[in-house]
């Protein structure tokens, strides 16, 4: 029997990782409804639609709500859920990492922070050495710190970022994303089944870009995958528009 070529893209990207409930919502608020709310019908096709279970999705709002990144409540027969101010002003700083290109060589700066300062994000700042670090100059950079013209980008600057795990990762990701790319455009004209898959890539993708600095490609090694996994997630994000949280209703 063949394989629903849409099912198996799915099952593909659920396979990358474990899917923690609670993570999967924060993926879908901040791409699909980073300022508006969902109505709890709708969310729940999306979650089943991944193959996420009702009664996960409970328990796992609920657990957002305490953290004070949901905010719910009650219109009507259903209720409807958002991210909070707080969780809005979160993915708006992490917009950058997930959804930008690829900064060029002369974006790059290097910072010397001063004695006994405390370490930067390692999300937003590779670290090069005692005390110095490099970044894109669109990050912001943290008081007192001395900025340098970084020059040339040598290829082993990214070394620090090149786990063997992480390497892994991005190259699991973009082999199974060639495969997605693949789906022929009628089988994500649906809202919902368009949705599905947005979420699960970018997800996916999230949790991998936001681990480490972003840095030029110069700055790394010719195995690294990170830079041709982000240019063809942003080219399919471009293809699978987002869908309005209203067609993700149950008819």
């Known amino acids: 029997m ?6 198996a893209s799915l099952d593909a990207l659920t396979s990358l990782g474990p899917l923690r409930v609670w993570s999967v919502l924060v993926t879908v608020f901040g791409d699909l409804a980073p300022d508006r709310p969902i109505v709890g019908p709708a969310l729940t096709a999306l979650m089943s639609e991944i193959g996420i279970k009702p ?3 409970r328990v796992a709002l609920h657990r957002l709500r305490g953290d004070g990144w949901i905010i719910s409540q009650k219109v009507g027969r259903h209720s409807q859920h958002a991210l909070s101010p707080a969780a809005r002003a979160d993915s708006a700083e992490a917009w950058h990492k997930i959804y930008g290109q690829t ?24 670290r090069v050495g005692p005390r110095l670090y490099a970044a894109s100059r669109s990050v912001p950079m943290p008081a007192d710190a001395m900025m340098l013209n970084s020059g040339d980008v040598p290829s082993w600057l990214g070394i620090e970022v090149e786990t063997a795990a992480l390497q892994k990762s991005y190259t699991d990701l973009l082999s199974v994303l060639r495969d997605v790319e693949s789906l022929p455009p009628e089988l994500t004209k649906d809202p919902l089944a368009r949705a599905a898959l947005r979420v699960l890539i970018v997800h996916n993708w999230r949790r991998l870009a936001l681990k480490h600095a972003l840095l030029p490609r110069e700055a790394h090694s010719a195995d690294w995958a990170g830079h041709d996994a982000r240019d063809l997630v942003i080219s399919m994000l471009a293809r699978l528009k987002r869908a309005s949280p209203d067609d993700l209703n149950p008819r």
């Open 2 to 7: 063949l394989t629903d070529p849409y099912r």
């Open 103 to 126: 900064p060029n060589a002369n974006e790059l700066v290097l910072i010397l922070l001063p004695p006994k300062s405390k370490s930067p994000d390692p999300a937003q700042f590779a």
């Open 55 to 57: 009664e996960a999705t």
